[in-house]
Antibody, heavy 118, light 113 residues
């Protein structure tokens, strides 16, 4: 059974960099079979795809591309998200998820709330 | 980006009755090379991450009850819950992956009447 778990600071100051890690169990992040994605959801709002990584190849949402970096650590079976120059608009629950065949996201991590505030 | 619009924003249905949610995309999500619609449906219960119910517009994910069904093609899609159960109270989202970035509808909240 594949499981994902997000971790990282719950509070980030404006203009700083948000950093999160997703630890994967039950599957290998180095496998070429899947893509590994980050998705966010502002409180009470809808879902926004941030980007994915597959074997070192990345693809980002153009709306965030200038501020986003997704990387992978195969030794720890983790992938990570960095979002720079954050503002209050980046406050959201951040989810990591496995992207299956570029058609669906399954499963998802439980999500972690990141608040941007001074 | 492809814009996904769901209707209604919310609906209240009696237990055992049918619930129908619509999703319209701003352009077709039907891939002509394989004749598949790149459209998925998710259920998100309060305090939980989304869970995929349907993909390829009408293929039920393993373990999903058969009261959930998806239909439609091109730009117009429907998620139907044939007999609403108490545990189906949730927000439902459609999502396209015909093109990047994948985008989601705004969500439809389903409640018990």
């Amino acid at each position: 059974q594949v499981q994902l778990q997000e971790s990282g600071p719950g509070l980030v100051k404006p203009s700083e960099t948000l950093s999160l890690t997703c630890t994967v169990s039950g599957a290998s992040v180095s496998s070429g079979s899947y893509y590994w994605s980050w998705i966010r959801q502002p409180p009470g709002k809808g879902l926004e795809w941030i980007g994915y990584i597959q074997r070192g190849t990345t693809n980002y949402n153009p709306s965030l591309k200038s501020r986003v970096t997704i990387s992978v650590d195969t030794s720890k079976n983790q992938f990570s998200l960095k979002l720079s120059s954050v503002t209050a608009a980046d406050t959201a629950v951040y989810y990591c998820a496995r992207d299956v065949d570029n058609i669906r996201f399954d499963p998802w991590g439980q999500g972690t709330l990141v608040t941007v505030s001074s | 980006d492809i814009v996904m619009i769901q209707s209604p924003d919310s609906l209240a249905v009696s237990l055992g009755e049918r619930a129908t949610i619509n999703c319209k995309s701003s352009q077709s999500v039907l891939y002509s090379s394989n004749n598949k619609n790149y459209l998925a449906w998710y259920q998100q219960k309060a305090g939980q991450p989304p869970k995929v119910l349907i993909y390829w517009a009408s293929t039920r994910e393993s373990g999903i009850p058969d009261r959930f069904s998806g239909s439609g093609s091109g730009t117009d899609f429907t998620l139907t819950i044939s007999s609403l159960q108490a545990e189906d109270v949730a927000v439902y989202y459609c999502q396209q992956y015909y093109s990047t970035p994948p985008t989601f509808g705004q969500g439809t909240k389903v409640e018990i009447k």
